[in-house]
């Protein structure tokens, strides 16, 4: 239930095995190039001195079959930088494109041949050459194959995949709550294939209905387990590409009542794998025998409220693991302390050595640099709407040291080299426009110079806020006023709210503001614009800042920004009676919250796909946040914004799609039916077929961007008074 993705949506560091969508760079294996996509080809990049060398011309992409040169999508370099796999005809699974056809490029004799040829036209998913470079393994309709490049000979090594059965990629539920998509690894020898096994058959299908693209109705059949519902198994297999024979291994605990996020080879040849408990308060990071299945434990941690398996807030995905000291030991963000750290775990012994020591928490892991002896991370010990680069030993025995320009207040991002040596810089801040560059590390020094400076946007109309309520509270925000702004008149305000442990909304980062759904221009016409980050949200302040909301969501982050919004009413530029708030996803269940719970305060609210109810959702996320319900229940019903229908008092507008899969449209008509029981008056837009980030349908996004700013100008007019 994120929103990272829903502006893309709406306006629609990679290793050389990973084969995953790019999200960063593509490092040559040393780590002294990089490698892009240029005008169809692939050129290399070569590092300090940024020499151009092409690679693969776009001429050699030709599908002699078709006389169409191929688009690549992305690409992966073989160990040996003799053959490039090439992603091309991608195609979504729910949020990401991550089935398509591939090709292989030999770089020696520029020749160039489909994978996977007999199998479906763009059913093939996370292809990946093995160590050695003989072959390429993938996933198509749920079972894997190898086939070896020599002959491209093609061979099943699972046999039993169907819609429920699920090899070597993950249910919606995995892929949504953990980021996991990617569901299989190669061991180093390249003879075996370890992956997951996800057995959603006992997992209910929620059925969306179509009523538009047929005459007749039909339903979409979508595995989602409800919050109280069981999870789909999860097992651990290890396949021999020779055999096809699979041995299965013999994780502790009941395989639906825990889950495995995370699965790698370990350089010891043995697989490590980290299993939460179904509460997900419980994480033990176990070793498992290849040959045996045997497991023994190494590191087990608990938590009152629940575990964080994200080493970053920045992606949705999970990071694997950083393995020091020749495979004896791997880094591990642990947040037992009170606060996010950095740990050297041991991999025998259960020896632990804390890496980044005092009162703040790292955001994201950017490298292991092992050779010199560093880590490099994100962090902002003073400003948590802010992220720094620093480094700390990786024998504990030091201090952590700033890396990033001291002159420079704002968002640093870093693409660190494999070898610790060089980084792609960008910084911005609220009113300084995005840079970006290059530079050598450890000293910062610039070796390509951005094409702009780093110099104030004078016309940005942001400020960075804090606003302490009454409970003593400080919320972090941004602000943009009215142009021209006077302060003897009094203005609207428009909050936009999220408030859930899923996003922050809240950084002093260029453009990380205003309304992306105004019509228009929001200052010009007359509006303050605000944005708050309470209590539960994933900020750099302690875990216990970020955990008190445990079995609290729906009542604590509302009541924040209700207390926070009371203070601002308290300014003398701002009209008491014109307060709109808005929000999508969580944000949307935000708005329905604080215009049911706090009608004195909110008089116009637009809710976009909100979980009305939150026993309608996922397991995963809700349990996570929340609980059991069969344990504490009341819980859930005190946090569905349903609950607190009876108070509206002001205008509402209610925006969902109903192909929704994520917050299904079921919540809308769950709401709808308690406005009505209450003679609430509302104002109703239903998508047709529409999901979450309602992208789909020609028109959907001026259509909606058009609905948003027509009803809030009706409901909520700017201009100072």
């Known amino acids: 239930m994120r929103l990272s993705s829903l502006v893309f949506y709406l306006f629609a560091s990679i290793t050389v095995l990973q084969a995953q969508p790019s999200k960063g760079i593509h490092w040559s294996k040393e780590g002294n190039a990089y490698f892009e996509i240029e005008n169809g080809g692939i050129v290399q990049i070569g590092l300090p001195e940024f020499s151009k060398k092409s690679i693969l011309a776009k001429e050699n992409l030709l599908d002699k079959a078709t006389g169409k040169t191929i688009y690549i999508k992305n690409f992966f370099f073989s160990e040996d930088g003799s053959n490039i796999l090439i992603y091309t005809n991608s195609k979504k699974v729910w949020r990401y494109e991550t089935r398509g056809d591939y090709w292989v490029y030999n770089v020696a004799t520029n020749s160039l041949v ?6 479906p036209t763009a059913s093939l998913m996370f292809a990946k050459f093995s160590p050695d470079g003989s072959k390429v393994a993938y996933v198509s309709k749920h079972n894997i194959y190898a086939e070896d490049l020599a002959t491209n000979t093609i061979q099943q090594l699972t046999f039993d995949g169907t819609d429920k059965i699920i090899n070597g990629t993950f249910d919606w539920a995995y892929e949504e709550e953990f980021g996991c998509r990617d569901g299989f690894r190669w061991s180093a020898d390249s003879k075996q294939i370890a992956y997951w096994q996800i057995d959603a058959t006992h997992i209910r299908n929620f059925l969306l209905i179509d009523n538009t693209d047929s005459i007749y109705s039909f339903t979409k059949p979508v595995e989602y387990p409800k919050v109280g519902e069981n999870p789909s198994s999860c097992k651990v297999g290890v396949v021999a590409v020779a055999t096809a024979k699979t041995t299965w291994m013999n994780v502790p605990g009941d395989a639906v009542q825990h889950y495995i996020p995370r699965m790698e080879w370990a350089p010891s040849g043995q697989l490590i794998i980290q299993q939460l408990n179904r509460k997900q308060n419980e994480s033990n990071i176990r070793l498992l025998n290849p040959t045996t299945g045997a497991a023994s434990t190494i590191y087990t941690e608990t938590d009152k409220a629940w575990i964080d398996i994200k080493s970053t807030w920045d992606d949705d995905n999970p990071k694997g693991w950083d393995f020091i000291n020749k495979g004896k030991a791997f880094v591990w963000v642990s947040e037992k302390d ?37 880590v490099y991370f994100m962090a902002s010990p003073n400003n948590a709407t802010q992220r720094y680069l ?24 870093y693409e660190v080299s494999p070898n610790g040596l060089f980084a792609e810089h960008t910084f911005s801040s609220h009113n300084i426009a995005p840079i970006s560059e290059w530079v050598s590390l450890p000293t910062h020094k610039t070796i390509k110079e951005s094409s702009k400076k780093a110099v104030e946007d004078k016309d940005a109309n942001v400020e960075m806020i804090q606003v302490t309520t009454e409970d003593n509270i400080t919320l972090d925000g941004w602000m943009i006023k009215p142009t021209p702004f006077d302060s003897t008149k009094k203005y609207p305000v428009v909050f936009y709210v999220y408030t859930e442990p899923g996003e922050a909304t809240v950084a002093d980062k260029y453009g990380n503001v205003g309304n992306f759904l105004y019509y228009g ?99 995963i996320y809700e349990e996570r946040y929340m609980g059991l319900p069969q344990e504490n229940r009341d819980d859930y019903i005190k946090a569905s914004a349903i609950t607190y229908t009876k108070g509206l008092k002001g205008n509402l507008l209610l925006i969902h799609g109903t192909g929704d899969d994520n917050v299904h449209y079921q919540n809308t008509e769950l709401l709808i039916n308690e406005l009505v029981k209450y003679n609430k008056q509302f104002q109703l837009m239903s998508y047709p077929n529409r999901t979450h980030g309602l992208s789909e349908g020609a028109g959907t996004g001026l259509h909606l961007v058009t609905l948003y700013t027509k009803y809030l100008k009706e409901h909520c007019p700017g201009g100072g008074r």
Do not use: C
């Open 521 to 619: 221009d929001m200052a010009a016409d007359g509006y303050i614009q605000i944005s708050l980050d309470g209590r539960g949200t994933p900020t750099p302040k302690g875990a216990a800042w970020r955990k008190s909301i445990y079995r609290k969501v729906g009542i604590l982050n509302i009541h924040d920004q209700a207390m926070a919004a009371r203070k601002i009413m308290q300014w003398g530029f701002v009209d008491t009676s014109r307060i709109a708030v808005w929000g999508w996803s969580g944000g949307g269940s935000t708005t329905l919250n604080l215009l049911f719970q706090y009608p004195d305060i909110y008089k116009t609210g637009i809710a976009i796909a909100p979980v009305a109810y939150r026993l309608s959702y996922d397991n």
């Open 114 to 119: 489909q994978i996977g040829k007999s199998l």
């Open 390 to 413: 620093y480094k700390v030993p990786l024998n504990g025995k030091g201090t952590m040291d700033l890396v990033s320009p001291t002159g420079q207040k704002g968002v640093h991002g």
């Open 338 to 374: 009170g606060w996010r750290h950095l740990y050297a775990i041991s991999m025998v012994g259960k020896k632990e050595t804390l890496l980044t020591n005092g009162n703040y928490d790292i955001t994201s892991v950017q490298a292991v640099d092992e050779q010199h002896g560093f």
